[in-house]
């Protein structure tokens, strides 16, 4: 598995009859189990939750978020200062973002009724007994960026 984060992009096929969107290059391979996420209202801030020994990848199955993750330097005193990573995932164009072991990530639903599905490397038991937290204003990448 690779060592940082990466985006796998997919398309989205239309014909006469509908369409079908899809990210052919997420195989599965060591995905555990899947959960999906859900805000109660978009503009909320979920965020940080890593792992030392857990990779997991998310798409958005509704709507569209802000997804950034982080490499932590010290587990037990990260700095304030890492480098994020921003992605934008919406179900508009599908993609699958990987997130590695040795991670922090959050996101932030920039639509109503969004929804995020994830798949994690590890069984429940395994994520719970490396479940890592941090505040959501710890590192804030939320704002979004003008053009």
Known sequence: MPK??????????????????????FDFAGVKRFYTVANHQSGFVRAWHGHRNEAKYVTAVHGAFLVCCIKIDDWDNPASDLPVLRYVLSDKTPA???????????????????????????????SGNDDIRFPAQKWNPWAVEER
Request: net charge negative.
């Open 4 to 25: 940082e984060p990466m985006i796998l992009n997919g398309k989205i096929a239309v014909d006469d009859r509908g369409e079908v969107g899809f990210v052919n290059d």
């Open 96 to 126: 699958v973002i990987y997130i590695p072991a040795g991670y922090v990530n959050g996101f932030k639903s920039l639509t109503d009724g969004a929804k995020l599905m994830y798949f994690s490397t590890s069984s429940l038991e395994d």
